[in-house]
């Protein structure tokens, strides 16, 4: 069973917005923190953002700092990234993904034990 499902992906031009969403499938989120991650075509998967549910700590790649903005809304057991400026290279399938202990290095997908299925994001130029 996947317990966190990606929302929110499309087909958009460069320059516009998109905003993703993450929810539980079937579960109420108890994470110590989540993330987006994204892998673009032919490449390795990516950190993108993160933040502490507890807290809102967040943490940013540096390619996306300004650009992308993630948050969560604890009443909807919901988290989101919000995509401004889109640029093609930013065409990848993001990935939610949750870690339910407190462990350090945000960056690493290898500290994450749970993820989504992923959504696509394509830009065109």
């Known amino acids: 069973q996947v317990p966190l499902v990606e929302s929110g992906g499309g087909l958009v031009q460069a320059g516009g917005s998109l905003r993703l969403s993450c929810a539980a499938s079937?579960?109420?989120?108890?994470?110590?923190?989540m993330a987006w991650f994204r892998q673009p075509p032919g490449k390795e998967r990516e950190f993108v953002a993160a933040v502490n549910w507890s807290t809102g700590r967040t943490y940013y790649a540096d390619s996306v700092k300004g650009r992308f903005t993630i948050s969560r809304d604890n009443a909807k057991n919901t988290l989101y990234l919000q995509i401004n400026s889109l640029r093609p290279e930013d065409t990848a399938v993001y990935y939610c993904?949750?870690?339910?202990?407190?462990?350090?290095?945000?960056?690493?997908?290898?500290?994450?034990?749970?993820w989504g299925p992923g959504t696509q994001v394509t830009v065109s130029s």
């Open positions: 993904a949750g870690s339910s202990v407190a462990v350090a290095a945000p960056t690493q997908p290898t500290k994450y034990n749970y």
């Open positions: 079937g579960r109420t989120f108890s994470f110590y923190r």
